[in-house]
């Protein structure tokens, strides 16, 4: 029995300490369209701000951290052109084009998936609020002011229920280090 058993405890240990632990996080970017000399990188707890010098339209973060956080990755020293990222200790990839930031792949970063995939779902909700803001200013504009308290009441609805999505995502997660962030 030992010896027929022996194999199976060697491909158990192999397997169990050929993964290596995460320690840090490396952040690997490749942008098209890029003229800049460096990214940035801020946290939003911290506002510590690093940079990383880019060649050939790929640069590198590396570090550290206790636990997931929320940081901006910019193209500019004067952070005009924002993007949230969360980085944890894992291997994060960046891709795509500097013109288009908004449509970045971001990969590696379990807790960016999960912002990224709430933001999705209630992005019908983002786009109706922001549809009949514009409809409301409208109708001020024509001095139609039945139509904006209408469309004004309407809004409040549809914010009453944003504002319930995220208390409930609060309630159902709450470690998430996202939490702070979904109501922008």
Do not use: W
């Not at 933001?119 to 139609?144: G, W």
């Amino acid at each position: 029995f030992v010896i027929l058993s022996l194999p199976f405890f060697i491909l158990l240990s192999c397997s169990t300490s050929d993964k290596p632990k995460q320690n840090g996080f490396i952040i690997d970017g490749n942008l098209t369209e890029f003229n800049g000399d460096s990214v940035f990188l801020k946290n939003t707890n911290t506002g510590e701000l690093t940079a990383a010098k880019v060649k050939n339209g790929k640069f590198r973060f590396e570090g550290e951290i206790e636990f997931p956080e929320s940081y901006l990755l910019s193209l500019e020293r004067e952070q005009e052109h924002l993007v949230r990222i969360f980085v944890e200790n894992s291997n994060i990839s960046i891709t795509g084009s500097a013109d288009s930031l908004g449509r970045l792949k971001i990969v590696g970063s379990k807790s960016y998936d999960e912002y990224d995939d709430y933001r999705t779902s209630i992005q019908p909700m983002r786009d109706q609020l922001n549809q009949l803001d514009n409809d409301m200013n409208e109708a001020m504009e024509n001095n139609l002011m039945d139509k904006a308290d209408s469309l004004g009441e309407l809004y409040q609805t549809v914010a009453i229920k944003r504002l319930e999505s995220v208390l409930a995502y609060e309630e159902n997660n709450k470690k998430s280090p996202i939490i702070p962030f979904l109501t922008f």
